[in-house]
């Protein structure tokens, strides 16, 4: 008889001790659930969001890489609305874009033939990658870096070659003159002032600023607001009296 009440005691320690434990186990599993499943407090840290591009993200003034030595081929971009048009300093192409995605996607028009064009953003939204895609050969893919167009040409002005050709359109558009009329070409009006070297001898850049007026095709023309000439050694600019 008294062993088995001593082995009852026995027993019902242990699941005593059973329950005990279950409890426990029980209640750490849900003080971590609910711990996991807790809203972040007002200052724990949140990863921010991608800044998310919109047609102003573009504009600006843009330098192929492969270009960065001889300065030449600057590409000026300007949003207006949802589209954003373009104009390339050396070669006169212009560009038409609206935003798709994250990518701005359109034409690139030069000599009035139109090839298809793409542009995206590297992740740091510092470098611009563009694929043109002409449809009878394989795409050409170049990189451009955002740059201040007059101020990266002033920076080299003093080059041992002389004035570069950026150095000298820039001092042209920096003309009380010409800046004024350059203030009314805004937005999507961007694309049609141009100032330009027209001819390049061993002593001066001849430089015509215009309207590129559109028209019908075969009917559009230049409206010259004047010509100019700058030193190559010098610097010094002087209007061409016509």
């Not at 062993?3 to 029980?26: E, F, N, Q, S």
């Not at 270009?67 to 590409?75: A, G, I, R, S, W």
């Not at 560009?95 to 994250?102: A, I, P, S, V, Y």
């Not at 167009?149 to 009380?176: N, T």
């Amino acid at each position: 008889m008294a062993m088995g009440t001593r082995r009852r005691r026995i027993i019902g320690r242990a699941v005593c001790l059973a329950l005990t434990l279950c409890a426990g186990c029980t209640g750490w599993w849900l003080g971590r659930r609910s711990a996991s499943e807790a809203p972040p407090t007002a200052g724990a840290p949140r990863k921010s969001a991608t800044r998310a591009l919109s047609p102003e993200s573009f504009a600006g003034d843009w330098l192929p890489v492969s270009d960065m030595v001889t300065q030449e081929n600057f590409l000026v971009l300007a949003a207006s609305g949802e589209t954003v048009s373009g104009r390339s300093r050396a070669t006169g192409a212009r560009f038409d874009m609206h935003l798709q995605g994250e990518a701005l996607v359109g034409d690139c028009i030069e000599h009035d033939r139109r090839t298809p064009v793409r542009m995206e953003m590297t992740p740091g939204h510092d470098r611009l990658v563009i694929t043109l895609m002409p449809p009878d050969s394989e795409p050409d893919i170049s990189v451009c870096v955002r740059v201040n167009a007059l101020a990266y040409a002033g920076q080299k002005r003093r080059e041992p070659g002389g004035v570069s050709r950026d150095a000298a359109i820039a001092a042209v558009r920096s003309l009380p003159e010409v800046a004024e009329w350059l203030s009314h070409f805004t937005g999507s009006l961007a694309q049609r002032a141009c100032v330009e070297v027209a001819n390049d001898d061993d002593e001066v850049y001849t430089i015509h600023v215009y309207e590129d007026v559109p028209g019908p095709p075969g009917e559009g023309h230049n409206a010259t607001l004047g010509w100019f000439e700058v030193h190559k050694q010098t610097g010094k600019v002087t209007k061409v009296e016509l």
